[in-house]
């Protein structure tokens, strides 16, 4: 332990020991102390990853600010991307780092949040009414941060609230001090963003926020908390907008594992686990899925453009990852990234940040939310000071609810309607449909990519799919089918520039009679484009799950969406034929709509709250694409 001890001697002498990490992976005995220089680079693709000896290489400190190189919107702050390159490693008995780590209060002054708790209430119902209630999205993330200034060594404090956190935290995936010389971050993140080990690419979803006051948990609290629709919901959209993201990075998606509960010293979550197969370099991983939903929110490039709105600000490390790259015995890759929550920031002079975040959706309450950012920051702040500690250590081991009966069943009664195509290990392998084997299929995705876990589907009826963005023009010659994917926005502005690109292409397509599928904004711009009017929801349909009637069979379905095509009958003449409909019978809405070579679902088949999403893509697909009209497709002309 000389390293360690050297290094908290320089630290007690006020004098900088050099840059290091020491962290604590989820149920360790020992903790992983890292040392080696600090470099900046520009982009996550430039973090050097040597090869040569087995394990942990480079440990990356990747700022929020880093999702522009997806092309998404940010309020660029400029916080560096910075990285440690592990020249040495040495690990720790937990009880060693323990004895060693200072045992001294945290001061501070002048502590208080950015945002007041009014001022956020009132983002809240913004964001509520402007962007969920006008279909821009079905969650977001909105952060606040607590400041303050720390009195005497801000990295002797950091070790100190390190102390704390190993003692009194739980449940934590890291508990770690990073320490780059130009900032020291210190937390206890309890969310795995991404990892690969032997090939095997995982994301950890969580959501869902039960407060324990006091570090106290009620069981029949925790009970009603596990059957609470916002809760179920919220942990549902997460789970759908991570498997959009396992369908990029993992070959056949991602398969759904859990749920859990994740039981922490003053809160709980639920969350589920998600493993798929995947052959990419760690870095494109790590660009692929900037950043979890559960701190942005879904659908993803929309979401980013919402913070950017109503944040005003940058977001520093909040919300991005710490990543350790390296390689195996093997000589394969591997990453291990959790995310920059739970986490607090010093400055070299001893300015304290505290970020903390709350989902919106369609259910959430101001006073709801408010609150859920205090508990979710309780810990670190407790660490700091800055808050009662959780009793709970003083009183023995803690007794887990999750291996409560009642609370295993409640949980495993939440995969009950979901859909099996994303809950059971699928053969890659597996036959397609008669017919469908070796069909060629354009997605044009309207910036959800819930065209990727379309994509697997339609792969897995048979077809060999391609996703083109929507600004991306090009010819749809080489395609039997082309969908028209989902996307935000309102479909009664024809004059944005999306809209007007889909009601182009969709017009072309009716023209030319090439089968056509149209998913959500899709479906809406050939509604309206047949003549159907369109109308706003008075409650949005963001991450809702319903059994609707789809020509003739009741089908239970999911939908994300806040406007929707309306009809009086079930029947519609149109310049390209008869059409059929789908309609609700109390509203009138029209959940799904066909006629000769086109098709479109309001509902979204690929998602994992549609259990008979997969059943209503081959019936719609089979008669689509009949065989026979394969080879007259091939001849006729387009573009898109």
Same mark, same amino acid.
């Given at each position: 332990?000389?390293?360690?001890?050297?290094?908290?001697?320089?630290?007690?002498?006020?004098?900088?020991?050099?840059?290091?990490?020491?962290?604590?992976?989820?149920?360790?005995?020992?903790?992983?102390?890292?040392?080696?220089?600090?470099?900046?680079?520009?982009?996550?693709?430039?973090?050097?990853?040597?090869?040569?000896?087995?394990?942990?290489?480079?440990?990356?400190?990747?700022?929020?600010?880093?999702?522009?190189?997806?092309?998404?919107?940010?309020?660029?702050?400029?916080?560096?991307?910075?990285?440690?390159?592990?020249?040495?490693?040495?690990?720790?008995?937990?009880?060693?780092?323990?004895?060693?780590?200072?045992?001294?209060?945290?001061?501070?002054?002048?502590?208080?949040?950015?945002?007041?708790?009014?001022?956020?209430?009132?983002?809240?119902?913004?964001?509520?009414?402007?962007?969920?209630?006008?279909?821009?999205?079905?969650?977001?993330?909105?952060?606040?941060?607590?400041?303050?200034?720390?009195?005497?060594?801000?990295?002797?404090?950091?070790?100190?609230?390190?102390?704390?956190?190993?003692?009194?935290?739980?449940?934590?995936?890291?508990?770690?001090?990073?320490?780059?010389?130009?900032?020291?971050?210190?937390?206890?993140?309890?969310?795995?963003?991404?990892?690969?080990?032997?090939?095997?690419?995982?994301?950890?979803?969580?959501?869902?926020?039960?407060?324990?006051?006091?570090?106290?948990?009620?069981?029949?609290?925790?009970?009603?908390?596990?059957?609470?629709?916002?809760?179920?919901?919220?942990?549902?959209?997460?789970?759908?907008?991570?498997?959009?993201?396992?369908?990029?990075?993992?070959?056949?998606?991602?398969?759904?594992?859990?749920?859990?509960?994740?039981?922490?010293?003053?809160?709980?979550?639920?969350?589920?686990?998600?493993?798929?197969?995947?052959?990419?370099?760690?870095?494109?991983?790590?660009?692929?899925?900037?950043?979890?939903?559960?701190?942005?929110?879904?659908?993803?490039?929309?979401?980013?453009?919402?913070?950017?709105?109503?944040?005003?600000?940058?977001?520093?490390?909040?919300?991005?990852?710490?990543?350790?790259?390296?390689?195996?015995?093997?000589?394969?890759?591997?990453?291990?990234?959790?995310?920059?929550?739970?986490?607090?920031?010093?400055?070299?002079?001893?300015?304290?940040?505290?970020?903390?975040?709350?989902?919106?959706?369609?259910?959430?309450?101001?006073?709801?939310?408010?609150?859920?950012?205090?508990?979710?920051?309780?810990?670190?702040?407790?660490?700091?000071?800055?808050?009662?500690?959780?009793?709970?250590?003083?009183?023995?081991?803690?007794?887990?609810?999750?291996?409560?009966?009642?609370?295993?069943?409640?949980?495993?009664?939440?995969?009950?309607?979901?859909?099996?195509?994303?809950?059971?290990?699928?053969?890659?392998?597996?036959?397609?449909?008669?017919?469908?084997?070796?069909?060629?299929?354009?997605?044009?995705?309207?910036?959800d990519t819930f065209t990727g876990m379309l994509a697997h589907q339609l792969g897995a009826l048979g077809l060999v799919v391609t996703t083109r963005p929507w600004h991306a023009y090009g010819p749809v010659d080489a395609y039997d089918?082309?969908?028209?994917?989902?996307?935000?926005?309102?479909?009664?502005?024809?004059?944005?520039?999306?809209?007007?690109?889909?009601?182009?292409?969709?017009?072309?397509?009716?023209?030319?009679?090439?089968?056509?599928?149209?998913?959500?904004? !899709?479906?809406? +711009? #050939? /509604?309206? &484009? @047949?003549?159907?009017? $369109?109308?706003?929801?008075? *409650?949005?349909?963001?991450?809702?799950?319903?059994?609707?009637?789809?020509?003739?069979?009741?089908?239970?379905?999911?939908?994300?969406?806040?406007?929707?095509?309306?009809?009086?009958?079930?029947?519609?003449?149109?310049?390209?034929?008869?059409?059929?409909?789908?309609?609700?019978?109390?509203?009138?809405?029209?959940?799904?709509?066909?006629?000769?070579?086109?098709?479109?679902?309001?509902?979204?088949?690929?998602?994992?709250?549609?259990?008979? !999403?997969?059943? +209503? #893509? /081959?019936? &719609? @697909?089979?008669?689509? $694409?009949?065989?026979?009209? *394969?080879?007259?497709?091939?001849?006729?002309?387009?573009?898109?």
């Amino acid at each position: 332990m000389t390293q360690l001890t050297d290094l908290l001697d320089a630290v007690a002498t006020g004098v900088d020991p050099g840059p290091f990490a020491l962290l604590r992976r989820e149920g360790a005995d020992e903790l992983d102390l890292f040392t080696g220089p600090v470099d900046t680079v520009e982009r996550l693709t430039d973090l050097p990853l040597p090869s040569g000896t087995p394990g942990a290489r480079t440990l990356a400190l990747v700022p929020y600010r880093q999702i522009t190189e997806r092309g998404f919107a940010c309020v660029d702050d400029g916080a560096p991307l910075e990285f440690l390159q592990i020249r040495e490693h040495q690990r720790i008995a937990l009880a060693d780092v323990l004895a060693a780590l200072p045992d001294e209060p945290v001061h501070t002054v002048d502590a208080g949040f950015d945002v007041s708790d009014e001022e956020y209430a009132r983002t809240v119902q913004r964001v509520l009414s402007e962007e969920i209630g006008r279909g821009e999205g079905a969650n977001f993330v909105i952060h606040r941060a607590l400041h303050a200034t720390v009195q005497g060594s801000p990295l002797g404090a950091a070790l100190a609230a390190l102390r704390r956190l190993l003692l009194g935290e739980r449940g934590a995936y890291w508990t770690f001090v990073v320490h780059t010389g130009t900032r020291t971050l210190v937390g206890a993140s309890p969310e795995r963003h991404v990892s690969v080990d032997d090939g095997l690419v995982m994301m950890n979803p969580i959501s869902g926020t039960f407060r324990c006051p006091g570090g106290i948990a009620d069981r029949a609290a925790l009970l009603r908390f596990l059957a609470d629709p916002k809760e179920v919901e919220e942990l549902y959209m997460v789970l759908d907008e991570e498997l959009k993201m396992m369908a990029t990075v993992a070959e056949h998606g991602g398969q759904v594992i859990g749920p859990y509960l994740k039981e922490m010293s003053h809160l709980a979550h639920t969350e589920y686990l998600l493993a798929g197969r995947g052959t990419r370099d760690v870095r494109e991983v790590l660009r692929e899925t900037m950043f979890a939903p559960t701190v942005t929110g879904s659908p993803m490039e929309n979401a980013c453009r919402v913070i950017a709105r109503h944040e005003g600000r940058g977001r520093g490390y909040y919300a991005g990852v710490l990543a350790l790259l390296g390689h195996d015995e093997a000589g394969r890759q591997t990453l291990d990234a959790p995310i920059l929550i739970r986490t607090a920031e010093v400055s070299p002079t001893g300015r304290l940040r505290v970020p903390v975040g709350a989902t919106l959706v369609r259910h959430s309450t101001a006073a709801g939310e408010v609150a859920e950012t205090h508990a979710k920051a309780a810990g670190v702040l407790a660490a700091l000071g800055l808050g009662p500690a959780a009793s709970v250590g003083d009183r023995g081991p803690v007794a887990r609810l999750a291996d409560d009966p009642a609370v295993r069943d409640a949980l495993a009664a939440r995969n009950a309607p979901l859909a099996r195509f994303w809950l059971d290990q699928r053969a890659p392998d597996a036959p397609g449909l008669p017919g469908l084997v070796g069909r060629r299929v354009l997605i044009v995705d309207a910036e959800d990519t819930f065209t990727g876990m379309l994509a697997h589907q339609l792969g897995a009826l048979g077809l060999v799919v391609t996703t083109r963005p929507w600004h991306a023009y090009g010819p749809v010659d080489a395609y039997d089918l082309v969908v028209a994917g989902p996307g935000p926005g309102d479909p009664r502005r024809v004059d944005e520039p999306k809209t007007a690109v889909l009601r182009a292409l969709l017009t072309e397509l009716l023209a030319t009679g090439r089968p056509t599928l149209a998913v959500c904004l !899709g479906h809406q +711009v #050939l /509604a309206g &484009l @047949l003549g159907l009017a $369109l109308h706003r929801r008075e *409650a949005p349909y963001q991450g809702l799950q319903r059994d609707v009637s789809v020509f003739g069979r009741t089908r239970r379905v999911g939908f994300y969406s806040t406007f929707t095509a309306r009809a009086e009958t079930d029947r519609l003449a149109t310049g390209y034929g008869p059409v059929e409909l789908a309609r609700d019978p109390g509203d009138g809405a029209v959940h799904a709509l066909r006629g000769r070579g086109f098709a479109g679902v309001q509902f979204h088949a690929e998602s994992v709250l549609s259990p008979d !999403g997969l059943g +209503v #893509l /081959a019936e &719609l @697909l089979t008669d689509l $694409l009949p065989a026979s009209r *394969a080879d007259e497709l091939s001849a006729t002309p387009g573009r898109a």
